[in-house]
């Protein structure tokens, strides 16, 4: 029996996504964790005792360091003064300029229970399973392979590469054991008839969700054309930068952000308000289009939270900070609410506001997160509540195979100056005991979480 059927709308857009992004597999049965991913694709034929696991289309890549000019006074040039005949003068003051240029193989990665193989044009590689020595995550859609002296550069899209990365992991550590048997992934293929049902229901919900708009590359002379029109508006932007640094006084016009009409609490209530581990690009896009000045979006180590602390006063009254998670800069690692009016008090209580921090938390936490500790205590003149999390096995499960970016730990802490009713609520990174100090009671979090 499925007892619960009930799916929330980021395992439904992942799944959406995820299929959009892969022709060959369908997810949502992997997605689910009731079974391996259902995989079509012709054209490879396994050996003896060996399946499919998973393929998608897939870069490798190599990074080469190459000359491409000279910079200075004068590069030279050429003047043709009669038929056949061109005088060139020499270049003078200038400068070799190297960079590094990425050159991509474009194919298929495929991955089997004893095998990891590349099919390109321009390149291949097979790699047995047992051979692999390391697999490191260098971006949000690279990853490395390494088998003995051979290394591999994959690029996948950013939607899909925590499952190829994940089943790639999940295939290394079940080598040798039951669970690399041909037998049991054609067990856990077969799904019965209920689970069919389940995931035909699920994936025609992911099917109904809106998702941003991709461009088709179906007819590659169109495609050739754009590539080389973007190639020239990129020589055209380059060319401006150039001016305007010679140029200083050509200013750029830009859109200062403003404090609009929206009060405090409904700058923190907006609808489809971004969460912790969505999208950081998405959150950064979201909050621009608000055009608010309170919101700071953190843009990576440049502003630390103690500077935005600083700058949170009645002058600049920031009443929310996201910053991004290190070493998975694309997803929101953190944030902090600040409501402050030392003049008109925010009359909400812990409840209230409880439920307000509810909605900047991922909605499956407590199915991957389990409460480590929960109390309240009273310093100074503030009324302080903390809830601290740790993945369960479900969450590591779903962190190895398709979300790197959870962290083990972390926890919230709710602070309420009693002087003039301001609130403050911010993520922490980890938690120890140490921190509870003596007195503290406890704070029935989970009820008001859930």
Same mark, same amino acid.
């Given at each position: 029996?499925?007892?619960?059927?009930?799916?929330?709308?980021?395992?439904?857009?992942?799944?959406?996504?995820?299929?959009?992004?892969?022709?060959?597999?369908d997810i949502t049965a992997w997605e689910l964790q009731i079974g391996l991913p259902i995989v079509n694709y012709s054209g490879f034929?396994?050996?003896?005792?060996?399946?499919?696991?998973?393929?998608?289309?897939?870069?490798?890549?190599?990074?080469?360091?190459?000359?491409?000019?000279?910079?200075?006074?004068?590069?030279?040039?050429?003047?043709?003064?009669?038929k056949g005949v061109t005088i060139r003068s020499g270049r003078s003051g200038g400068r070799a300029i190297r960079q590094d240029i990425?050159?991509?193989?474009?194919?298929?990665?495929?991955?089997?229970?004893?095998?990891?193989?590349?099919?390109?044009?321009?390149?291949?590689?097979?790699?047995?399973?047992?051979?692999?020595?390391?697999?490191?995550?260098?971006?949000?859609?690279?990853?490395?392979?390494?088998?003995?002296?051979?290394?591999?550069?994959?690029?996948?899209?950013?939607?899909?590469?925590?499952?190829?990365?994940?089943?790639?992991?999940?295939?290394?550590?079940?080598?040798?054991?039951?669970?690399?048997?041909?037998?049991?992934?054609?067990?856990?293929?077969?799904?019965?008839?209920?689970?069919?049902?389940?995931?035909?229901?699920?994936?025609?919900?992911?099917?109904?969700?809106?998702?941003?708009?991709?461009?088709?590359?179906?007819?590659?002379?169109?495609?050739?054309?754009?590539?080389?029109?973007?190639?020239?508006?990129?020589?055209?932007?380059?060319?401006?930068?150039? &001016? $305007?640094? *010679?140029?200083?006084?050509? =200013?750029?016009? /830009?859109?200062?952000?403003?404090?609009? #009409?929206?009060?405090?609490?409904?700058?923190?209530?907006?609808?489809?308000?971004?969460?912790?581990?969505?999208?950081?690009?998405?959150?950064?896009?979201?909050?621009?289009?608000?055009?608010?000045?309170?919101?700071?979006?953190?843009?990576?180590?440049?502003?630390?939270?103690?500077?935005?602390?600083?700058?949170?006063?009645?002058?600049?009254?920031?009443?929310?900070?996201?910053?991004?998670?290190?070493?998975?800069?694309?997803?929101?690692?953190?944030?902090?609410?600040?409501?402050?009016?030392?003049?008109?008090?925010?009359?909400?209580?812990i409840e209230e506001f409880t439920a307000v921090v509810k909605t900047y938390l991922p909605e499956y936490l407590l199915d991957y997160?389990?409460?480590?500790?929960?109390?309240?205590?009273?310093?100074?003149?503030?009324?302080?509540?903390?809830?601290?999390?740790? &993945? $369960?096995? *479900?969450?590591?499960?779903? =962190?190895?195979? /398709?979300?790197?970016?959870?962290?083990? #730990?972390?926890?919230?802490?709710?602070?309420?100056?009693?002087?003039?009713?301001?609130?403050?609520?911010?993520?922490?990174?980890?938690?120890?005991?140490?921190?509870?100090?003596?007195?503290?009671?406890?704070?029935?979090?989970?009820?008001?979480?859930?």
């Amino acid at each position: 029996m499925i007892a619960n059927t009930e799916i929330s709308m980021e395992t439904l857009k992942k799944i959406a996504l995820a299929n959009r992004a892969n022709p060959y597999v369908d997810i949502t049965a992997w997605e689910l964790q009731i079974g391996l991913p259902i995989v079509n694709y012709s054209g490879f034929f396994c050996q003896e005792d060996e399946r499919l696991v998973y393929v998608a289309p897939a870069k490798t890549f190599k990074d080469t360091n190459q000359f491409v000019g000279y910079s200075g006074t004068s590069g030279g040039a050429s003047f043709r003064v009669a038929k056949g005949v061109t005088i060139r003068s020499g270049r003078s003051g200038g400068r070799a300029i190297r960079q590094d240029i990425r050159k991509f193989n474009d194919g298929d990665l495929i991955i089997t229970n004893k095998r990891v193989l590349f099919i390109g044009k321009d390149d291949s590689f097979e790699f047995k399973v047992d051979k692999i020595s390391t697999t490191k995550v260098i971006a949000v859609d690279c990853f490395i392979i390494q088998s003995g002296r051979n290394a591999k550069n994959i690029q996948i899209d950013s939607n899909i590469a925590t499952y190829a990365l994940g089943l790639i992991n999940y295939v290394i550590q079940n080598y040798g054991t039951v669970n690399s048997t041909a037998e049991f992934y054609d067990a856990n293929k077969q799904l019965t008839q209920e689970q069919m049902e389940y995931c035909n229901n699920v994936r025609l919900q992911s099917l109904q969700i809106k998702l941003p708009k991709t461009s088709s590359k179906k007819n590659t002379g169109l495609w050739k054309i754009a590539k080389i029109l973007l190639c020239i508006a990129a020589l055209l932007f380059a060319l401006l930068i150039i &001016l $305007n640094i *010679a140029f200083p006084s050509a =200013k750029n016009q /830009s859109k200062e952000l403003t404090i609009t #009409d929206l009060s405090q609490e409904e700058i923190v209530t907006l609808k489809n308000h971004p969460r912790l581990y969505d999208s950081y690009s998405e959150a950064t896009a979201f909050y621009e289009n608000i055009g608010d000045k309170r919101v700071l979006i953190s843009q990576g180590s440049d502003k630390t939270l103690y500077e935005w602390h600083d700058e949170s006063n009645d002058e600049n009254p920031v009443v929310l900070f996201i910053n991004p998670r290190e070493n998975y800069e694309d997803y929101i690692g953190g944030f902090t609410i600040k409501l402050r009016n030392s003049t008109s008090p925010v009359d909400l209580s812990i409840e209230e506001f409880t439920a307000v921090v509810k909605t900047y938390l991922p909605e499956y936490l407590l199915d991957y997160y389990d409460i480590e500790d929960s109390y309240s205590t009273i310093r100074d003149n503030f009324s302080e509540y903390t809830c601290a999390f740790t &993945l $369960n096995d *479900a969450g590591k499960k779903y =962190k190895e195979t /398709s979300a790197p970016y959870l962290r083990d #730990d972390f926890c919230i802490q709710l602070s309420h100056n009693n002087s003039f009713d301001g609130w403050l609520a911010e993520t922490k990174v980890g938690y120890t005991e140490m921190e509870k100090i003596e007195g503290a009671e406890y704070w029935d979090a989970e009820s008001l979480l859930r």
